[in-house]
């Protein structure tokens, strides 16, 4: 069985229960809304049957073992990759970097399949083995679609996945390697998302698309549940990260909302979003507090957060609002720094969305409206290995020479390196 | 403290202390032999402050929870990634899809930086904060230098690594946003080894290359404690791992008698190793029961284990002969093929070296080497998005249609795609 007791919409109110089967709100969708549905639970039954103790004795790892909090029957069978349990680290380097005292990284990279979106996707697929689906499908812009084909390939279940066409080579590369019909569709994400829409109505596929499929939130707030028992059930001042379509942000102050609710924490943060400066419909309605969106060209090389026409502002305008949060926006330049910046200081390789969150963080400290003692979380959605091309652009030159001492000595003193160490 | 009592020669069996600050055996070296030096424990004082009891209370995440089995002072500081604590999954469809009744995959691609010498390089960087060293240096095909570049700079550490030409760039990007100063030797590999060693002698940098420094393989035993306590002290019959320099190998080996020296096991497993066809010194060496190596062509995709001239063969040799082992060798389109069976199978993305072990497992289950009922675990030793230009190789074409659901469909009838799913 599952706590979860309705579901209801986030525009007009109205009600659903879990058997009704329905993703989006019919009423709203019918007069032209979106109808995104919010998952409700029974929070006085979840804080019986799990707590700090119960937490701090539960050796399974990886998002299941939060299992009262999420939208699944156990019984159904949760997906085999261990998803979630993701490190998460003090620096102090980075801190003083950007003018903090405390910050702390979460490497939600270090997912089987390199990014976050895998604890949507392991729930998709929970959910799609829960109703007896074989075929699974979703439109993406990389990290969702590789997720879901990697945790749907260790259960067996078929994914059909459709791509717009900038998406990078290596995210392809890797949905087929997990055996998903790849659908590589000549236009924007739009395009692909509204292709995935019709295909999945059609052909009664299992829907994974984020902004349609009310469940995948509930799997990625579990990155909240994570921090939070990191810091010993200290909620931390402000947590930041990048957002595209808006679900990712909607997850994490879901997570923390959930665990005040079930009794696990006293207090909630303020999050603070962080969007590209050539694609940022989310700052824009935000800046101007409203939850109407205009679309945007999607003009980035941070592709996982390239969403001109994002499906879920919503939900993430209204975690911005509630929280007393904020969005920053930030230039290419400034993730592409942002990317040496993390790399250099915690060892950790993030792709350009995942370091937009610091590029952002660094920019709400300098402007003052993250004062330094505050405690910060910025996550990591991505691995940097996703997408070497900007990698490389990322990246200085290396050196290059004949295998020749000599030479090395003289190349090395012409760039002024340090023989001593850094 | 550490529990290391001495450390003796392989080749003349001469015993150095650690205050001796040696890494190669000076009498071998002296007389043009390798001199690589193996690590030896007090294993009873192990025995009183560690126990599959003590393990399974202990909290702590990655490979500093099996501290003394490592030759690091713990107070001398631990490095700061959490290296290690990958997940192994048992997989029945690859088990069936290659004739085994159970068989598991390790998932070593989730290191920090994506690879299994993460555990090599976190043991290197302490040993060279424990010497007070400012500057570490290698030479590497790729992983052993981004896994040391990004467990250097956790620390502060400065790093400066020589690579050959042939070196995705993928990987040097990796090494660069970790701030590491890259040298591109015009050369093989061999080049970038000679060329490092010099450097190193010269400027007096720690030296993190695997076949010279001894405490690198106590790193990568950590891999078989992970297995072994993930089994519950249950050794498997085989562990198959694919071989390169051979330094892995040899601490996969290392790590299970540690274990069972320390009483923590009972019995041992065999190891098989696997190379590519196009360049197999080491399984030449071992068909012929010899220790000696000729120097191969690289002429392999698997760049991971591209080494013609192996730079610790007797170790890897000594662990295939004392274990009763065997070596396999695959063919790059044998590599290709399991790297999709791998994703296909398990959701796990694997690169070719990494996939080779499962490709060579599959040879040895047809040709009888392994049986069916043995219990295998495979390690996959690095991720697959390291190298993306061979995923894209191993991985079939995508669709291309326009946003047309006609046009996707008539597309996918052509290519008999079953729409009811997998």
Redesign the interface.
Same mark, same amino acid.
């Given at each position: 069985m599952s706590y979860v007791t309705h579901l209801q919409c986030v525009e007009c109110g109205a009600r659903y229960s879990e058997k009704d089967d329905v993703m989006l709100c019919p009423a709203c969708v019918s007069r032209g809304k979106a109808g995104i549905l919010d998952i409700h639970y029974d929070y006085t039954a979840i804080s019986r049957v799990i707590s700090r103790d119960s937490l701090a004795k539960d050796t399974r790892?990886g998002i299941w073992r939060y299992m009262p909090f999420l939208p699944v029957d156990p019984d159904a069978g949760a997906t085999? =990759?261990?998803v979630g349990d993701t /490190?998460m680290?003090e *620096?102090t *380097?980075l801190a003083r970097a950007i003018g903090l005292e405390t910050v702390y990284v979460k490497?939600d990279g $270090?997912n /089987? !399949?390199?990014s976050l979106k895998d604890r949507a996707s392991a729930v998709a697929v929970s959910k799609a083995l829960e109703r007896g689906?074989?075929?699974i499908a979703c439109a993406s812009t990389g990290n969702a679609a590789s997720s879901l084909?990697?945790?749907?390939? *260790?259960v067996? =279940? &078929?994914t059909c996945i459709f @791509?717009p066409e900038r998406a990078p %080579?290596?995210k @392809?590369?890797? #949905? =087929? +390697?997990?055996?998903a019909? @790849?659908?590589?569709?000549?236009?924007s994400y739009k395009?692909?998302f509204? $292709?995935s829409s %019709?295909?999945i109505e059609?052909?009664g596929?299992y829907n994974r698309n984020a902004a349609i499929n009310p469940y995948l939130v509930e799997g990625k707030k579990t990155v909240s549940f994570e921090i939070a028992e990191a810091l010993n059930w200290e909620v931390p001042d402000w947590v930041v990260v990048a957002v595209g379509d808006g679900c990712t942000l909607a997850g994490v102050w879901k997570g923390f909302k959930d665990l005040k609710a079930a009794g696990l924490t006293k207090g909630l943060p303020k999050v603070a979003g962080v969007q590209a400066q050539g694609c940022a419909p989310i700052a824009e309605a935000f800046r101007q507090g409203v939850f109407e969106i205009k679309p945007w060209r999607e003009d980035t090389l941070a592709d996982s957060i390239a969403v001109g026409v994002p499906r879920n502002p919503r939900k993430a305008l209204m975690s911005l609002y509630e929280s007393g949060g904020t969005v920053a926006t930030v230039s290419d330049e400034e993730i592409l720094l942002a990317?040496?910046l993390i790399? %250099? !200081?915690?060892? +950790?390789?993030a792709e350009p969305a995942a370091s937009a969150s610091v590029a952002g963080l660094s920019k709400l400290v300098s402007e003052g409206v993250i004062g330094p003692g505050e405690r910060v979380v910025a996550i990591l959605t991505g691995?940097? $290995?996703?997408d +070497?091309k900007n &990698? +490389?652009r990322?990246? *200085?030159? /290396?050196?290059?020479?004949? /295998?020749? #001492?000599w030479e #090395?000595?003289e190349v #090395?003193r012409e760039k002024g390196?340090?023989?001593?160490?850094?």
């Open positions: 790892r085999h =990759l261990r /490190p680290y *620096s *380097s490497d $270090l /089987p !399949t390199g689906a074989s075929m084909a990697g945790n749907a390939a *260790s067996g =279940l &078929g @791509v %080579q290596g @392809v590369a890797q #949905l =087929l +390697i997990y055996g019909t @790849v659908v590589v569709v000549e236009g395009d692909a509204d $292709l %019709q295909a059609k052909w596929w990317m040496r790399g %250099q !200081t915690t060892g +950790i390789f691995n940097g $290995l996703k +070497i &990698g +490389i990322a990246a *200085s030159e /290396p050196i290059r020479v004949k /295998p020749d #001492l #090395l000595e #090395l390196f340090d023989f001593e160490g850094a």
